[in-house]
């Protein structure tokens, strides 16, 4: 089929979607696999309708119906009318790109939490109940399936992690899934509540592409279906938002349902990033470091050194000093310093108050990446000394000259917290202090996985 001439392509693993200029036409792929079945056209075309059903209320209007993809005697394609029926496909009205979660300003994406909360909870409120579905005998059930898949591609450090953890986590939760299950918050969810799959339109927020083919799969706590959307939220560095997103349900329970589910939520992400042919490395990196309860990484560097990039892929969160030092002294994050480089906010003393600051913050944080240059001895064992005994690792980040100059002349066009320039790099640079001193065996090259697995056989020695 040259589908490519009705539309724009999109495939994934299980389905073709044909854009137009207002319509997608997505259809089911004549597979059959462990966890779908779409082998026949008879099959495919009652996939479909149960798309269509199952999407009415979460995305209204956006489905339009099912209809055929037929063949005429010329041998065109088409959507609809008569012709020879080659496939079944639904009409949805065409999202708008821009106004996918996945893609939002930041800004615009939290503004748009509150309405999908309130969405939700309506939702939520009269949906199918499925208490069957939320026993600790069903929810251990599915855990261990994932992990069993999962442990075919985990780095052994992240299976040594991440299965006495969800052990644990499922014996110390037993009592509140009972509880859960017999008081109503097991239902028949949405299945597939990430960023990519909510919108915001004209008519309002929609969240599409529910879970059609396995019922199974769709139902679980509220807490199943909501840690789909925080896995994706704190993946993409939007984890501050979460927990006002989760207080707007009013539930006591859910933060810690929703830690423990995400963790099962990022192991699918990763089985099913394989089965694609594509990366796991960023769910199963996800998964351990949620699981680990505490740690640190320590990124030290002189300027624009890549610190905050490496920090934002990390998953923790972030303690930036050139974040802590503006704040402290009351300038705007936009406003750049123009004086010297020991004067005003960068006055000997005032730096003093920005690491005890940022050692405070660090010591009272449970995941931690700490971005800050650490340029003397005294500044590196006070941040060590905050992180206390929990697994920690150090990460100095150093680049050639000219990348450093181009990456500073980079960011005055772009703009960036940083006061930093040219010349108070080669100040930096002249001042900075070798990390020497650092043990080796907590030093670690800037590459998440490497960072993760250190942390990860750090935890698992601590525990032997």
């Keep these: 089929m040259n589908l490519e001439e009705l539309g724009v392509l999109v495939e994934t693993h299980v389905s073709r979607v044909v854009l137009t200029d207002d319509r997608a036409y997505k259809m089911k792929k004549a597979v059959t696999l462990p966890f779908v079945d779409q082998g026949t056209l008879a099959r495919r075309k009652r996939l479909c309708e149960e798309e269509v059903r199952l999407n009415a209320e979460l995305a209204p209007g956006v489905y339009r119906g099912v209809v055929p993809l037929v063949r005429n005697p010329e041998g065109t394609l088409r959507f609809g009318g008569e012709g ?22 930041r800004a615009e994406l939290q503004a748009a939490l509150p309405e999908l909360a309130e969405k939700l909870r309506r939702f939520y409120a009269h949906a199918p109940r499925a208490e069957e579905e939320g026993s600790p005998a ?18 052994p450090a992240y299976a040594a992690v991440l299965r006495p953890h969800l ?9 509140l899934f009972a509880r859960r299950a017999r008081e109503g918050f097991v239902v028949e969810g949405h299945g597939d509540l990430h960023t990519a799959n909510l919108c915001r339109t004209a008519r309002g927020v929609v969240a599409y592409d529910r879970l059609e083919f396995d019922r199974f799969l769709r139902c679980g706590d509220i807490a199943f279906d ?31 349902l929703v830690a423990f589910y995400k963790l099962q939520r990022a192991l699918v992400r990763a089985n099913v990033s394989v089965f694609r042919g594509l990366d796991p490395a960023p769910f199963d990196r996800y998964a351990v470091q949620q699981a680990l309860p505490t740690w640190g990484v320590l990124l030290c560097g002189l300027p624009a050194t890549g610190k905050s990039t490496r920090a934002r892929a990390l998953g923790g969160t972030v303690v930036r000093s050139d974040a802590v ?3 402290l002294c009351g300038i705007d994050p936009d406003e750049h310093w123009q004086g010297g480089f020991d004067e005003g906010p960068y006055d000997p003393n005032v730096t003093a108050q920005v690491y005890e600051a940022v ?18 001895r005294a500044q590196r064992a006070q941040l060590i000394a905050a992180l206390g005994d929990r ?5 100095h980040l150093h680049e050639p000259d000219e990348v450093i100059r181009a990456r500073l002349a980079q960011r005055a066009t772009e703009g960036d ?27 670690v090259p800037a590459d998440p996985d490497a960072i993760t697995r250190r942390l990860a056989r750090q935890s698992v020695d601590r525990r032997a």
């Excluded at 069903?138 to 780095?155: G, I, K, M, P």
């Excluded at 052990?167 to 009592?175: I, S, T, Y």
């Excluded at 050692?359 to 003397?376: I, N, W």
């Excluded at 697994?391 to 990460?395: D, Q």
Aim: avoid cysteine; hydrophobic fraction near 45%; charge should be negative.
């Design 325 to 327: 030092r503006k704040q």
């Design 138 to 155: 069903s929810v251990r059930r599915r855990v261990r399936t994932v992990l069993d898949v999962a442990e075919q591609h985990l780095d």
């Design 226 to 256: 909501l840690a789909f959307l925080v896995m994706s939220l704190e993946t993409s560095g939007q984890a501050d938002l979460v927990p006002d997103l989760l207080a707007s349900f009013e539930d006591p329970d859910l933060d810690r």
């Design 359 to 376: 050692a405070a913050q660090a010591a009272a944080t449970p995941r931690v990446v700490v971005d800050a240059q650490l340029g003397t």
């Design 391 to 395: 697994p920690w690792v150090f990460v």
């Design 84 to 105: 020879e029926i080659v496939e079944w496909a639904v009409e949805m009205e065409r999202l708008p790109d821009d106004g996918m979660f996945d893609r939002l300003p």
């Design 167 to 175: 052990e644990r986590r499922l014996d110390a939760l037993g009592d």
């Design 417 to 443: 917290i940083s006061d930093a320039d040219w010349e108070v790099y080669g100040i930096a640079r002249d001042r900075f202090e070798p990390p020497d001193e650092i043990d080796p065996a907590r030093v």
